[in-house]
């Protein structure tokens, strides 16, 4: 079948979605008067203009560029009261009114460009935001794996593509998707496909097969910028009342079942006592990285916060479990323009 055959129904299932997404726009649960207060929970990571070189290294779902964040926060700001996430819950548990619809901004991980591109836009809105830390990597130049892995494929790309065929690569290959290995740089696309496919090790286990690559192969892994907030950073934004942190584990590893308690132990108590110290500021609210738990790992975060969030999309409710709230991942692929954005949080698509 040729390209000319096809285009036409894909064509019409892009009418087909930007219909519903019209729809959801119009007609949404943010459209509608709730009996009783319900909050939404969006999720955040990256914030980064199109052309900043840290963006080619990350997945299409992990970021949003500055326009497009402001564009979200003033529409954020038009429907609905703005809180903390730690304030709702203690308003709630109290038995405080609340707001019939109010909306709590969260970032995952603690990247750099949170304070570079977000923090001015939440300040000039005056839109208080959670950002979960991982306590034991702000301020160094370590990067989560997803991007180091992302970093060395594209080294080895650009740079020594001739080495593709050496073993220390050969897991790798296993979870290449529709990537073939070549002097091209990943897509965004591609690069989402290894990063999933990868998930399937341990995060101990990823970055010593990342280390043995970077070793035998002699990769220059330089970072030039850092990725990832400092404590100095984060001061800043803390000072004015908008930021506030809370955790997400010590080194940002998932929180399965095959955990040790020792570890649990470390990065979901640890983590707080870190960022307490660092910050002067309680730490009421826990992330699960990758919305990963067990039950053991969710008794140590209820023994020890106020509330925590997972990664399960929909909105939340007073009758919501205080430690398993859902949030609206928003990206700039699914959100760029307002109709797209208000489908997003409507909760219908």
């Known amino acids: 079948m040729t390209s000319k055959t096809r285009a036409p129904g894909s064509y019409i299932k892009k009418l087909i979605k930007r219909g519903l997404q019209k729809t959801a726009a119009r007609f949404g649960r943010h459209t509608r008067h709730a009996k009783k207060p319900e909050l939404l929970l969006l999720m955040y990571h990256r914030i980064l203009p199109a052309d900043d070189p840290r963006s080619q290294l990350e997945e299409p779902g992990m970021m949003v560029t500055p326009e497009t964040f ?18 709702w819950l203690e308003k709630k548990d109290k038995g405080e009114t609340l707001p019939d619809r109010c909306c709590a901004i969260t970032f995952d991980d603690g990247w750099a460009d949170n304070y570079e ?29 997803p ?12 740079q020594h593509a001739a080495q593709w065929s050496h073993a220390s690569l050969d897991w790798l290959k296993t979870c290449a998707g529709s990537y073939t290995f070549n002097r091209s740089v990943p897509t965004s696309e591609q690069l989402s496909e290894i990063i999933t496919g ?22 220059n892994m ?32 998932r929180l399965t079942e095959e955990k040790p308690a020792a570890v649990l132990q470390d990065e979901i108590i640890n983590s707080k006592i870190v960022i307490e110290n660092k910050t002067g500021a309680a730490v009421k609210t826990f992330c699960f990285p990758n919305g990963d738990y067990s039950d053991a790992a969710l008794s140590l975060v209820k023994q020890h916060y106020s509330g925590s969030v997972t990664t399960r ?37």
């Open 222 to 253: 330089t970072v030039d910028k850092a990725s990832l907030l400092n404590w100095q950073q984060l001061k800043t934004m803390s000072d004015t009342g908008l930021i506030e942190a809370g955790s997400h584990t010590c080194h940002h590893i």
């Open 117 to 145: 591109f977000a923090f001015p836009v939440l300040q000039q809105l005056d839109i208080p935001a959670t950002i979960f830390l991982v306590s034991d990597m702000v301020g160094r130049q370590q990067p989560f794996w």
């Open 147 to 158: 991007e180091r892995l992302a970093k060395t494929l594209a080294v080895i790309a650009s």
């Open 70 to 87: 402001h564009m979200h926060m003033t529409l954020v700001k038009s429907m609905f009261e703005t809180t903390h996430l730690s304030r």
């Open 313 to 349: 999309r929909g909105w939340n409710t007073l009758t919501s479990d205080h430690y398993l709230l859902q949030r609206i991942g928003v990206h700039e692929d699914i959100s760029n323009d307002r109709t797209s954005f208000l489908s997003c949080i409507s909760g219908w698509l």
């Open 198 to 219: 990868v998930k399937s090790l341990s995060d101990d286990e990823i970055n010593q097969r990342l280390d043995e690559i970077e070793q035998q192969l002699d990769l």
